[in-house]
């Protein structure tokens, strides 16, 4: 959004660092999603049966495994309590589906065990949905009208924005505990060997990636609208 009253710097400043940022871990998890997609892994596991193993080792019952259609949609569902795996994973036997279905029957099995930053940002997802839906309005309005009025509904709209913001950094350690569960599967039983794991390691490092862009994003975002804030009640 650029300021009302001409150009704002604060978005080349804030902003524009973390859309490059973004774009290179796009890039990166896609490219080297593709990689490891190619390299068949020796013990001929597929995405669905790498998920199926981590929930069996980890005590985990009653967890559906679905096929999804779409690339890197792979995502757990704890209200159907179902792991659902994208085309490229379901029934691929590569080094990069059996990293990444590890890491969605991670997600499983934090449910499971009621893991407790999962539980935190459970309980965030509401309020971040709403701040979400409802921030940006709150800022637009402020920005058109002046005065107190301006910066109370531009006030209002950023503790709106920082609920979201609070949610993307929640998230961060569930995304983080999910790949060392699936890695720590995958290395003590031997699921995949050597470069294989290397591979499904990098695979998983790469997405975590994205979720750290994201979250520096978010932050960078809600220190703007406070910095625009500040000059707009000065």
Same mark, same amino acid.
């Given at each position: ?13 804030? *902003?524009?660092?973390? &859309? *490059? ?6 890039? !990166? ?14 013990? !001929?596991?597929?995405? =669905?049966?790498?998920?199926?193993? #981590?929930?069996?080792?980890?005590? #985990?019952?009653?967890?559906?495994? +679905? ?15 179902? *792991? ?17 279905? =590890? ?16 539980? &935190? ?5 509401? =309020? ?10 709150? *800022? ?8 107190? #009025? ?23 350690? #569930? +995304?983080?505990? %999910?790949?060392?569960? %699936?890695? +720590? ?9 050597? +470069? ?18 994201? =979250? ?19």
């Amino acid at each position: 959004m650029m300021y009302f009253y001409g150009f704002d710097w604060t978005y080349i400043v804030f *902003i524009v660092p973390c &859309i *490059i940022i973004t774009l290179i871990c796009q890039i !990166n998890v896609k490219s080297t999603f593709s990689k490891y997609s190619k390299i068949r892994n020796s013990r !001929n596991m597929t995405g =669905a049966q790498a998920a199926e193993y #981590v929930l069996r080792h980890n005590g #985990v019952t009653g967890v559906r495994i +679905e096929r999804v259609s779409g690339s890197l949609s792979d995502h757990f569902d704890p209200r159907t309590n179902v *792991i659902r795996l994208s085309d490229s994973v379901y029934n691929n036997a590569s080094v990069a589906a059996v990293g990444v279905a =590890a890491h969605e029957a991670g997600h499983a099995v934090q449910h499971a065990q009621n893991y407790l930053p999962n539980k &935190i940002r459970g309980a965030i997802l509401p =309020a971040a949905q709403v701040g979400s839906k409802l921030s940006w309005i709150f *800022i637009i309005l402020g920005l058109c009208f002046t005065q107190r #009025v301006g910066y109370t509904l531009l006030y209002i709209g950023i503790i709106l924005f920082s609920l979201s913001v609070l949610f993307t950094i929640a998230t961060l350690p #569930v +995304e983080f505990n %999910a790949s060392k569960r %699936a890695l +720590e599967c995958i290395r003590s039983s031997d699921l995949l060997f050597g +470069e294989e794991y290397k591979g499904a390691k990098r695979t998983l490092q790469a997405a975590a990636m994205t979720y750290v862009a994201s =979250a520096l994003t978010a932050i960078m975002q809600l220190l703007r609208l406070v910095l625009i804030a500040g000059r707009r009640k000065n």
